[in-house]
């Protein structure tokens, strides 16, 4: 029983096309975060969902739109994708008002 | 905003030697401090966490140690093996802002 999940594993997709990920948490868990990992491995987030509402967007091109339809799931959407968006990117989740976060398997974008 | 330093950002031990992984942050808010490991393809995995109220944790081979005083925490692996052999981040965040800010990351590996 997974407890983070996320669809698809493997992205790979041309420059220009419009592409989502998706992320559905079984933990109960009231917030949800999107984060990226570059090809140096550096970890930085993107998103923050509390029971679905936005709480932080950090300087993220407006080409990347997330969206929460509910507490369990969060998803993102990426316009136009550019050759700089290849990248892992981790879902995660936490409970509000308990520390620990938890990351999904990743998603591998490749942009050619 | 918060800033996290880590080094080394390689690592290379005999097996059954102690490891040690230092990290520095920037914003006195912050108050949990979680270390990650993360091997080659999957997701970061929270092995130890520690908050601001307390000064050490142990957990079997691992343990954190805070100095909230110098704005610094470490992580010290005891009787290294070589299942140990990963790429270790610590991170930071605060009641305010939940979302967890990560260090660069260290590549420890244990040879046999």
């Known amino acids: 029983d997974t407890a983070v999940s996320q669809t698809p594993k493997y992205l790979v997709t041309q420059m220009g096309n419009d592409k989502s990920i998706k992320c559905e948490q079984n933990?109960?868990?009231?917030?949800m975060y999107w984060y990226k990992q570059d090809s140096k491995k550096f970890l930085k987030i993107m998103f923050s969902?509390?029971?679905?509402?936005?709480?932080i967007n950090e300087t993220v091109p407006n080409r990347f739109s997330p969206k929460s339809p509910d507490k369990a799931h969060l998803n993102l959407h990426i316009n136009s994708l550019e050759l700089g968006d290849s990248a892992v990117y981790f879902c995660?989740?936490?409970?509000?008002?308990?520390?620990?976060?938890?990351f999904g398997p990743g998603t591998r974008l490749t942009v050619t | 905003g918060e800033n996290v330093e880590q080094h080394p950002s390689t690592l290379s031990v005999q097996e059954g030697d102690s490891a040690v992984i230092k990290c520095t942050y920037s914003?006195?808010?912050?108050?949990?401090f979680p270390w990650y490991k993360q091997e080659l393809g999957k997701r970061p995995q929270l092995i130890i966490d520690?908050?601001?109220?307390?000064g050490e944790k142990k957990d079997q081979r691992i343990a954190v140690t805070l100095n909230k005083t110098a704005k610094h925490f470490s992580l010290h692996i005891t009787e290294t093996q070589p299942e140990d052999s990963a790429v270790y981040f610590c991170?930071?965040?605060?009641?305010?802002?939940?979302?967890?800010?990560f260090g660069s990351g260290t590549r420890l590996q244990v040879q046999p």
């Open positions: 995660a989740s936490s409970q509000y008002g308990v520390d620990e976060q938890y």
């Open positions: 933990l109960g868990h009231d917030t």
């Open positions: 969902y509390n029971n679905k509402e936005l709480i």
């Open positions: 914003d006195s808010a912050s108050n949990y």
């Open positions: 520690i908050r601001s109220n307390v």
């Open positions: 991170a930071a965040s605060s009641t305010g802002r939940r979302a967890l800010t």
